[in-house]
């Protein structure tokens, strides 16, 4: 005899231990769980109005919620996260014996073209820089003018150089200032930790910033880049609007530069100049190789420049 459905709470209690085992086993972020929970909570929602729970659903239940997702016009990129949701969930009630049978197993995902990172040439970034170092040794600025320009030439140095995430940078602590440090060791997603290089330009600029930070009398901070908001330090969403503002002076469109711009532009530069996908990879934190080879349009373009230029049959 099949058993009566569990209660809704059954199904609450289910992502509950889905969540634990994503944080406790795999590392998961905050953020990454508040996703799982969201999209596993929608699922659960729409199922329930349809007098089914998330715990009995089937293939058909599933693919029908799919449906409805493209339906109300949720774009694909969305989908397919809710997707990828729904596998881990029924893969890992079906591995821990909560189900004998993986409904989400046969589901077929969105068809999503992806797209080319937004990059910045060397000669844009030069300009970006430029704007940014202009005013920092004017002593007729006021002093707080010229801390402001100087953090953002240390923002912007440290995320050319490293190609760091901006939640990554706005993060760093003061320690991450040492003026003998070559590397920043930063704690990426996951967890995971990283060896990140730090260049000559980078260092100095930061340390122009903290010699402002000095003459202004600040206070010492266990962040770099401390602010009086909740978290501490910089917002990620300040150091962007203060980007855009920055570009507008250097003669950029804004819609054109983002920190993560800034970080493709880090990567394909490197690219570019010859190094390999598997080290781009480990500095960018990518924990598969395949989010990095969104940049193989630059290999194949640089492979393309050498043949051209050195095959001994190439037209002249």
């Known amino acids: 005899m099949a058993k009566p459905p569990r209660?809704?709470?059954?199904?609450?209690?289910l992502i509950a231990l889905f969540l634990d085992m994503q944080s406790a086993e795999r590392g998961a972020s905050a953020n990454t769980l508040a996703a799982y929970r969201r999209d596993l909570a929608d699922l659960s929602a729409a199922?329930?109005?349809?007098?089914?729970?998330?715990?009995?659903?089937?293939?058909?239940?599933?693919?029908?919620?799919l449906a409805a997702l493209a339906a109300r016009g949720l774009a694909a990129s969305s989908q397919?996260?809710?997707?990828?949701?729904?596998?881990?969930?029924?893969?890992?009630?079906?591995?821990?014996?909560?189900?004998?049978?993986?409904?989400?197993?046969?589901?077929?995902?969105?068809?999503?073209?992806r797209p080319l990172p937004k990059v910045l040439s060397v000669d844009e970034v030069d300009r970006l820089l430029a704007a940014a170092?202009?005013?920092?040794?004017?002593?007729?600025?006021?002093?707080?003018?010229?801390?402001?320009?100087?953090?953002?030439?240390?923002?912007?140095?440290?995320v050319y150089a490293t190609g760091l995430r901006v939640s990554e940078l706005v993060a760093l602590p003061a320690t991450a200032a040492r003026r003998d440090a070559r590397v920043l060791m930063v704690r990426g997603?996951?967890?995971?930790?990283?060896?990140?290089?730090?260049?000559?330009a980078a260092k100095a600029a930061v340390a122009d910033y903290l010699a402002l930070?000095?003459?202004?009398?600040?206070?010492?901070?266990?962040w770099l880049f401390p602010s009086f908001g909740e978290s501490g330090h910089l917002t990620r969403q300040h150091f962007a609007r203060e980007l855009k503002a920055?570009?507008?002076?250097?003669?950029?469109?804004?819609?054109k530069v983002s920190p993560h711009v800034l970080r493709h532009a880090f990567a394909s530069h490197l690219l570019q100049n010859g190094a390999d996908l598997r080290s781009v990879q480990m500095?960018?934190?990518?924990?598969?190789?395949?989010?990095?080879?969104?940049?193989?349009h630059v290999l194949e373009e640089r492979l393309k420049s050498l043949v051209r230029d050195l095959h001994p049959l190439a037209e002249e």
Do not use: M, W
Not at 7 to 13: A, L, M, T, Y
Not at 213 to 222: D, I, M
């Open 7 to 13: 209660s809704r709470g059954s199904g609450e209690r």
């Open 47 to 65: 199922l329930s109005a349809a007098g089914r729970t998330i715990e009995t659903a089937t293939t058909a239940d599933l693919r029908e919620y």
């Open 80 to 113: 397919a996260r809710r997707l990828s949701a729904l596998r881990q969930f029924y893969r890992f009630l079906y591995a821990e014996r909560h189900r004998k049978d993986d409904p989400a197993a046969a589901l077929a995902g969105p068809k999503r073209g």
């Open 133 to 158: 170092r202009d005013g920092i040794a004017d002593a007729e600025r006021p002093l707080a003018e010229r801390l402001r320009r100087a953090r953002l030439n240390a923002l912007l140095e440290l």
């Open 189 to 200: 997603k996951g967890g995971r930790e990283r060896l990140v290089p730090l260049n000559a």
């Open 213 to 222: 930070c000095a003459e202004a009398g600040l206070a010492s901070s266990r």
């Open 246 to 255: 920055l570009a507008a002076r250097a003669g950029l469109p804004p819609d």
């Open 283 to 296: 500095l960018l934190g990518h924990a598969d190789i395949s989010t990095t080879q969104v940049y193989t």
